[in-house]
């Protein structure tokens, strides 16, 4: 601001009571190389190396200097860190205190600040007490002998602030570039300097008006005696030409058509081949098909009947039916089982005779028994003689046959034989009925077992007849079922009738138009074969395909060839119509015009000279006031700066794999607008860009601002343009969205830096810290690799980067530093040997 340049270097800063740090502690800024911070939270269970504090410290300068931190997000926005927010836990107050040179005067700043209020702000340069009565006051004086608001803006980078320009609207960015261009005074000479070309026109509108008028005209008629002069001599040329190569167009199209036609033929004949043969395979499964169906309903229509009714039209020995049907069995079955009914019954009556007459035979011979020793129920038979033919023999003799046990008489001998010899007689007879009677109940069992026998293999001949009917009705129906899926089967693998008639009818409809093509067709057109012919793997497919392709070939031929002959006839009634070149008029006509012109206009260029030569000095100093002069030029210089800068940067940290290049979007309009007016004005070198505007006063404030307005907007957007290079060397054009995280950040910490180098240099102040927060995210180890060797490039004696502590780009570093917690309360390790990461370390 005062025009003085500041060189500001930082040599160390003191906090106390400041974010995690609540405790005093002092922290060197000078000399300390690419230095790496990073965190190590020993109190937080939740974290190793966030919350440490790092971030805090490398940012506690900026504080100091501005009263501001870094940017945070915060719903959506950004905002910087309150007094509650920089004050410790447990501290009353925050005191931040920074020391340094500038242009080698030493100078110390240092700010209390409670949870409320800024306590104190104290400022002492070259050894005098600067501080004023109010803190804001003693802000300005630090701003202006130190720059502070500039380093705070150039040196001091958030993680969310470090892409702020690369992701910043045009408004903002254009804001960006407007703090380092100073446009004030040019806008009020461009009042002026408009002015002065207003009145200049009104004094010279009259004659540049009609002189100009008279240039353009005489331009134009120049420039189409020229042409048709040309156009003339070339007119007789070029409509032989056109006509022979019509003529030869015609006949490689009639040829084309005529090889058309004879494949269109062939394919046609091959098509309709395989559509009979597919016609012949589809009638004969539809034959198929019916018969196996016809035969499954006859079967299961007789066999309903049989079901339903029991009858059949052939006569049987069982009640009719046949020997081979269900019915049949189903007669059998009932008559051997009444049969069987009846052998059972009679069976039971039968055993119940037997068991009767048994019972009375076993009761006879027990009385025969009985009776038959009945002499010794008194007396006891003699020794040595037989009961029976011992106690008889001898008429004259009476033995003794004692007394009845019962009723205690005597019996009588006589009495006793004959009651004996009937009890034999009664026995025999009893005995005699039994064994009829067990005969004929064998006989019954054995008629009846029979009859069983006969009843079980009647059920297996019918089990037997069922199972081969079932058989035969299984075969029958899985034969119309084959001979379905053969029909669905033809039909699905035959070619599309339809397909194959539109095919063919559009051979037809081409060979109709094609004349000289049809006795083709008449010669290959297919005659009905006698046997089929083999039909292809594909079905036919190949043939409908050769067919389509032969079609659409001998169509786009048909129409080169109708399109070819249009045009030659369309030249040849032209050339009947018109036996003169059309050009020869148009060359008279012109010639006179161009004449008569001559003489005035330079009459009136003589005139004017003098006038248009001033005019055209106030257009060009108006102009160079303009948005499109020293404006323009101060923008579009502090743009291309920018772009040179961020180009260079995006060189050393992408090694050339990606470019971005700033540039104004609406430069091409303006430039359209500039052709566009020296289009209607350009009579030769002497005469202005804008002179044809000259035409009255109203089109001159016009046009004057519609011209400063195109320059405005040309102004109003800035593009970032990038491009990917590939390794072949093809550049690839690429936007924000489609870069990855880390090719992002390489874009954005470029820009960052880029702008940073032009505010200072433009600024009038130079910092020799530079301060990166978390500037490594998304970048892989060669791209941090990259970013340390750009930073160690800079001519920045300190550059502090804070990071998480990876031991594989470790080494990449001159130093690294260690922000510890423990206990509530953050300290520092300091790395004591430069470009030696496993040096001693000093906790502060």
Same mark, same amino acid.
Request: proline residues 1%.
């Given at each position: 601001?005062d025009?003085?340049?500041?060189h500001?270097?930082?040599?160390?800063v003191?906090v106390?009571?400041?974010?995690?740090?609540?405790?005093k502690t002092c922290?060197?800024l000078?000399?300390?190389?690419?230095?790496?911070v990073v965190?190590?939270?020993r109190?937080d269970r939740?974290?190793?190396?966030?919350?440490?504090g790092?971030t805090t410290l490398?940012?506690?300068p900026m504080w100091?200097?501005?009263?501001?931190?870094?940017?945070?997000?915060e719903?959506?926005s950004?905002?910087?860190?309150t007094?509650?927010?920089?004050?410790s836990?447990?501290?009353a107050k925050?005191v931040v205190?920074v020391?340094?040179t500038?242009?080698?005067?030493?100078?110390?700043?240092?700010?209390?600040?409670?949870?409320?209020?800024?306590v104190?702000l104290?400022?002492?340069l070259?050894g005098f007490?600067?501080?004023?009565?109010?803190?804001?006051?003693?802000q300005?004086?630090?701003?202006?002998?130190?720059g502070?608001s500039t380093?705070?803006?150039?040196?001091f980078?958030?993680?969310?602030?470090?892409?702020?320009?690369?992701d910043?609207?045009?408004g903002?960015?254009?804001?960006a570039?407007?703090?380092?261009?100073e446009?004030?005074?040019?806008?009020?000479?461009?009042?002026?300097?408009k002015?002065?070309?207003?009145?200049?026109?009104?004094?010279?509108?009259?004659s540049?008006a009609?002189?100009?008028?008279r240039?353009a005209y005489?331009?134009?008629s120049?420039?189409?005696?020229?042409?048709a002069?040309?156009m003339?001599?070339?007119?007789?040329?070029?409509?032989?030409?056109r006509?022979q190569?019509?003529?030869?167009a015609?006949d490689e199209?009639?040829g084309?058509?005529?090889s058309s036609?004879?494949?269109?033929?062939?394919a046609?004949?091959?098509?309709?081949a395989v559509d009979?043969?597919w016609?012949v395979?589809?009638?004969t499964a539809?034959?198929?098909?019916m018969?196996?169906?016809?035969?499954?309903?006859e079967?299961?229509?007789?066999?309903?009947?049989?079901?339903?009714?029991?009858e059949?039209?052939?006569n049987?020995?069982?009640?009719g039916?046949?020997?081979q049907?269900e019915?049949y069995f189903a007669q059998r079955?009932?008559?051997l089982?009444l049969q !069987?009914e %009846?052998l *059972?019954?009679?069976?039971?009556?039968?055993?119940s005779?037997? &068991?009767? @007459?048994r019972?009375? +035979?076993?009761?006879?011979?027990?009385?025969?028994?009985a009776?038959?020793g009945?002499?010794g129920?008194?007396?006891?038979a003699?020794s040595?003689?037989d009961?029976?033919?011992?106690?008889?023999?001898t008429?004259?003799?009476?033995p003794?046959m004692g007394?009845?046990?019962?009723?205690l008489?005597p019996?009588?001998?006589l009495?006793?034989?004959?009651t004996?010899a009937?009890l034999?007689?009664?026995?025999?007879?009893?005995?005699q009925?039994?064994?009829?009677l067990l005969?004929?109940?064998n006989s019954?069992?054995?008629?009846?077992?029979?009859?069983?026998?006969?009843?079980r293999e009647?059920?297996?001949a !019918?089990? %037997?007849? *069922?199972e081969?009917?079932?058989?035969n009705s299984e075969?029958? &129906?899985? @034969?119309?079922?084959? +001979?379905?899926?053969?029909l669905?089967q033809?039909?699905?693998?035959?070619?599309?009738?339809?397909v194959?008639?539109?095919v063919v009818t559009r051979i037809?409809i081409f060979?109709d138009?094609?004349?000289f093509?049809?006795?083709?067709?008449?010669?290959n057109?297919?005659?009905?074969?006698q046997?089929?012919l083999?039909?292809?793997?594909d079905?036919?497919a190949s043939?409908?395909?050769n067919?389509?392709t032969?079609?659409?070939?001998?169509?786009?031929?048909?129409?080169?060839l109708?399109?070819?002959?249009?045009l030659?006839?369309?030249s040849?009634?032209?050339?009947?119509?018109?036996?003169?070149?059309?050009?020869?008029?148009?060359?008279?006509?012109?010639?006179s015009?161009?004449?008569a012109?001559?003489?005035d206009l330079?009459?009136?260029?003589?005139?004017s000279?003098t006038?248009?030569?001033?005019l055209?000095?106030y257009?060009r100093?108006?102009?160079?006031?303009g948005?499109k002069?020293?404006?323009s030029y101060?923008f579009?210089?502090?743009?291309?700066?920018?772009s040179e800068?961020?180009?260079a940067?995006?060189?050393?940290?992408?090694?050339g794999a990606i470019?971005?290049e700033l540039?104004?979007?609406?430069?091409?309009?303006?430039?359209?607008?500039?052709?566009?007016?020296?289009?209607?004005k350009?009579?030769?070198?002497?005469?202005?860009?804008?002179e044809l505007?000259?035409?009255?006063?109203?089109d001159?404030s016009?046009?004057?601002?519609c011209?400063v307005?195109?320059g405005?907007q040309?102004?109003e957007?800035?593009?970032r343009?990038?491009h990917a290079?590939?390794?072949?060397?093809?550049?690839?054009?690429?936007s924000?969205?489609?870069?990855?995280?880390?090719?992002?950040r390489r874009c954005?910490?470029?820009?960052?830096?880029?702008?940073?180098?032009?505010?200072m240099?433009?600024?009038?102040?130079?910092?020799?810290?530079?301060?990166?927060?978390e500037v490594l995210q998304?970048?892989d180890?060669?791209?941090?690799?990259?970013?340390?060797a750009?930073?160690r490039?800079?001519?920045k004696k300190?550059?502090l980067?804070?990071?998480q502590a990876?031991?594989?780009?470790v080494?990449l570093?001159d130093?690294?530093?260690?922000?510890w917690k423990?206990?509530?309360?953050a300290g520092?390790?300091?790395?004591e040997t430069?470009?030696?990461v496993?040096?001693?370390?000093?906790?502060?």
């Open positions: 601001a025009g003085i340049q500041k500001v270097s930082l040599h160390r003191t106390q009571g400041f974010g995690a740090f609540s405790n922290y060197p000078r000399n300390r190389g690419v230095c790496a965190g190590d939270n109190n939740c974290s190793d190396s966030n919350g440490a790092k490398v940012m506690a100091a200097l501005t009263g501001k931190t870094d940017s945070r997000i719903q959506g950004q905002k910087s860190l007094k509650t927010d920089v004050v836990d447990g501290s925050a205190t020391g340094g500038v242009n080698g005067k030493a100078f110390e700043v240092t700010r209390i600040v409670s949870r409320t209020k800024v104190s104290t400022y002492q070259d007490d600067k501080t004023l009565a109010d803190s804001r006051l003693t300005a004086a630090i701003n202006l002998d130190l502070a380093i705070g803006r150039v040196a980078h958030g993680q969310h602030t470090v892409g702020s320009l690369l910043a609207n045009d903002a960015l254009k804001s570039l407007g703090e380092l261009v446009a004030e005074t040019w806008s009020l000479a461009k009042e002026v300097s002015k002065k070309v207003s009145d200049a026109r009104k004094k010279v509108n009259a540049l009609d002189l100009s008028a240039e005489m331009r134009r120049s420039a189409r005696l020229s042409s002069i040309e003339r001599d070339r007119w007789d040329v070029t409509e032989t030409q006509e190569a019509l003529r030869r015609v199209a009639r084309f058509c005529q036609a004879e494949k269109c033929a062939d046609r004949a091959a098509l309709l009979h043969a016609a395979v589809e009638q539809v034959e198929t098909a018969s196996t169906e016809r035969a499954m309903w079967q299961q229509t007789v066999t309903s009947n049989e079901e339903l009714t029991g059949s039209t052939s049987g020995s069982n009640g039916a046949p020997k049907s019915a079955a009932a008559a089982e !069987a %009846t *059972r019954v009679a069976g039971q009556t039968n055993r005779a037997e &068991a009767e @007459a019972a009375v +035979a076993a009761a006879a011979h027990a009385a025969v028994g009776f038959q009945v002499g129920f008194s007396t006891p003699r040595g003689v009961d029976d033919s011992k106690c008889f023999d008429a004259h003799e009476t003794s007394t009845c046990d019962r009723c008489q019996i009588d001998p009495r006793h034989k004959d004996a009937n034999v007689e009664d026995a025999t007879a009893a005995r009925r039994h064994v009829g005969e004929s109940l019954g069992d054995f008629a009846y077992n029979e009859v069983v026998q006969l009843l009647n059920s297996e !019918a089990r %037997t007849f *069922r081969s009917a079932r058989q075969r029958t &129906a899985s @034969a119309a079922r084959n +001979a379905s899926l053969k669905q033809v039909k699905n693998q035959r070619v599309n009738a339809v194959v008639a539109s037809d060979l138009a094609v004349v093509s049809r006795k083709t067709v008449e010669q057109q297919p005659t009905q074969p046997d089929c083999p039909i292809d793997a079905g036919g043939a409908v395909r067919a389509e032969a079609v659409g070939d001998a169509e786009r031929s048909l129409r080169v109708q399109d070819a002959t249009r030659l006839d369309t040849g009634n032209q050339s009947q119509n018109q036996n003169q070149n059309p050009h020869w008029m148009e060359c008279t006509t012109l010639q015009q161009v004449d012109e001559l003489s330079e009459r009136k260029r003589a005139e000279a006038d248009t030569q001033n055209t000095i257009k100093t108006d102009t160079v006031f948005t002069g020293i404006q101060l579009e210089g502090a743009l291309l700066e920018l800068r961020t180009g940067y995006m060189e050393s940290l992408t090694g470019t971005m540039r104004l979007a609406g430069a091409g309009d303006v430039s359209h607008k500039k052709k566009k007016s020296t289009s209607k350009n009579v030769d070198e002497e005469v202005d860009d804008d505007d000259d035409l009255s006063d109203q001159d016009q046009s004057d601002d011209f307005t195109a405005a040309s102004a957007k800035i593009e343009v990038i290079h590939r390794p072949d060397g093809e550049r690839v054009a690429r924000l969205r489609q870069l990855s995280g880390g090719e992002r954005a910490l470029a820009l960052a830096l880029a702008h940073a180098d032009l505010a240099s433009r600024g009038g102040v130079t910092c020799d810290l530079l301060v990166l927060d998304h970048l180890s060669e791209g941090i690799a990259r970013v340390a750009a930073l490039s800079l001519d300190t550059v980067l804070t990071s990876e031991s594989a780009t080494s570093f130093t690294v530093d260690r922000v423990l206990g509530g309360s520092v390790a300091i790395a430069r470009g030696a496993g040096g001693e370390e000093v906790e502060v």
